[in-house]
């Protein structure tokens, strides 16, 4: 795979060396591409957001469980209800990619936090790139040995991906839009790594049409997170979700959005509540773009 140095952007050859003798190396089978600012900021950002997750048994543990994600069996009802999402998720993109004449297509799966969708694309045939900052072993990309299948985990700044310089069939944004600083921009930015006839797929789209509550839980979120950890609950600034004047700027870019068939209740107590959110995915294809 064609990499560039995330300091000057200089390729890197096969000893993932840059002319300017920059230097990287995988840690537990994970390729670490980051500036060296970028890291210094990002390590010490997930020793407060690691730690925490530890302390409150929110990772998942048992390793023979990984191979079957995103189907699980969990007396903690939070957890039953975070991976039937992620079902609907799986779903969705099957069905977005059952109709690609190509039969191994080139993933970017961005978010991709503990590798489930990307083990579930690589062990269809896919060549698969899964990216995000999150490298435990348990919480993050460096679970990818607990999978059967084969994949790439690369840590990166997800806000550049011209390290990455190739073009791929599928990009992914794996329930993570409402994270960045400036969602319609991660849209074009995402874009410009597609390969032609190439499509994007951005899944647990939330949108709400009065936000206001929702933002309220955000910021008493962040207040507990930093009184807890001494950190910032957000890497970059965000706003932490979505709402109707997001969804109208992804709909003027042209992405097509969806609503989940299973989710049509919530959906339809979305309408008459309006701060209860609408939940939907988005597609925007290459092709009818172009």
Wanted: aromatic residues 12%; hydrophobic residues 40%.
């Amino acid at each position: 795979m064609r990499l560039r140095c995330p300091n000057c952007h200089e390729p890197l050859d096969a000893a993932l060396t840059c002319v300017h003798a920059h230097h990287f190396t995988e840690r537990q089978g994970v390729l670490v591409l980051l500036a060296d600012e970028f890291d210094t900021r990002l390590q010490a950002f997930l020793s407060g957001f690691e730690a925490l997750r530890e302390r409150e048994h929110q990772r998942l543990i048992d390793p023979a469980a990984y191979e079957h994600l995103p189907q699980i069996r969990s007396r903690d009802r939070s957890w039953d209800v975070e991976w039937r999402l992620r079902r609907y998720d799986l779903a969705s993109v099957l069905d977005r990619l059952q109709n690609q004449a190509v039969r191994s297509l080139r993933v970017l799966d961005i978010g991709a936090w503990n590798g489930w969708l990307s083990h579930q694309l690589a062990k269809r045939g896919h060549d698969v790139t899964a990216v995000d900052y999150f490298v435990d072993e348990y919480d993050g990309l460096g679970a990818r040995r607990f999978y059967s299948s084969t994949w790439r985990a690369i840590q990166l700044d997800l806000d550049d991906l011209t390290v990455l310089d190739e073009p791929f069939d599928v990009i992914i944004l794996n329930r993570c839009a409402q994270f960045f600083t400036d969602p319609a921009a991660l849209l074009r930015t995402t874009r410009a790594r597609l390969a032609p006839e190439g499509q994007l797929i951005i899944t647990g789209l939330q949108f709400f049409r009065d936000p206001r509550p929702k933002a309220r839980t955000v910021v008493q979120a962040q207040q507990t997170y930093r009184a807890r950890t001494g950190f910032d609950l957000f890497l970059k600034p965000t706003k932490g979700y979505l709402d109707f004047e997001d969804r109208r700027r992804f709909q003027a870019d042209g992405v097509q959005l969806c609503a989940y068939p299973q989710l049509w209740p919530a959906n339809l107590k979305a309408r008459f509540r309006p701060e209860r959110p609408r939940h939907e995915y988005g597609v925007w294809r290459a092709e009818s773009h172009g």
